[in-house]
């Protein structure tokens, strides 16, 4: 089947701007993250959704970072107001979520704030 | 707080040659180690993880929780093997969620 799937690809905006990414899992895979990766750093936690459960947003850096998540498909992160420091690749993975399954990642959105 | 580190940015060495990714970690309860790799246009990928104790594509990795270190090896590298890799920290007090270094580019040359 087909893997995670992110859109869109790229995204280009203005600064001030808010912007929406979406991440579609693997079906059937409960557990869903998302990681930001700014050029040259590593992969930084931002959130963790987990069947219906609460969401861990321990990893959102501002009040104008939010996600949410429909059940156990897809995924939105919406950045508000966006600022330039915000670019990076927004990467989302979902797992079958059993204690430290593999995750699965997309191929990202590159998002560049102008 | 936890943290993970990966001290080289880039890794060069030859064919046939061994190879040794460092990782260290910093977490205070009982740690679950991952190595995640991303080969050239390819997405982040699962190499290998200490719980399941094993070696793929000949490489291998040991959890040394007195050094802290959880270092990916290979005895002889190929030039195949060049790639991002990322080592990847979880546990029970992080309830599920993963913290990754920020890389090693590893570069395998003729």
Known sequence: ?114 | AQRVTQPEKLLSVFKGAPVELKCNYSYSGSPELFWYVQYSRQRLQLLLRHISRESIKGFTADLNKGETSFHLKKPFAQEEDSAMYYCALSGRLLFNKFYFGSGTKLNVKP
């Open chain 1, 1 to 114: 089947g087909a893997g995670v799937s992110q859109s869109p690809s790229n995204k280009v905006t203005e600064k001030g701007k808010d912007v929406e990414l979406r991440c579609d899992p693997i079906s059937g895979h409960t557990a869903l993250y998302w990681y930001r990766q700014r050029l040259g750093q590593g992969l930084e936690f931002l959130i963790y959704f987990q069947g219906n459960s609460a969401p861990d947003k321990s990893g959102l850096p501002s009040d104008r970072f939010s996600a949410e998540r429909t059940g156990e498909s897809v995924s939105t992160l919406t950045i508000q107001r966006t600022q330039q420091e915000d670019s990076a690749v927004y990467l989302c993975a979902s797992s079958p979520g059993g204690l430290y399954s593999p995750l699965h990642f997309g191929n990202g959105t590159r998002l560049t704030v102008t």
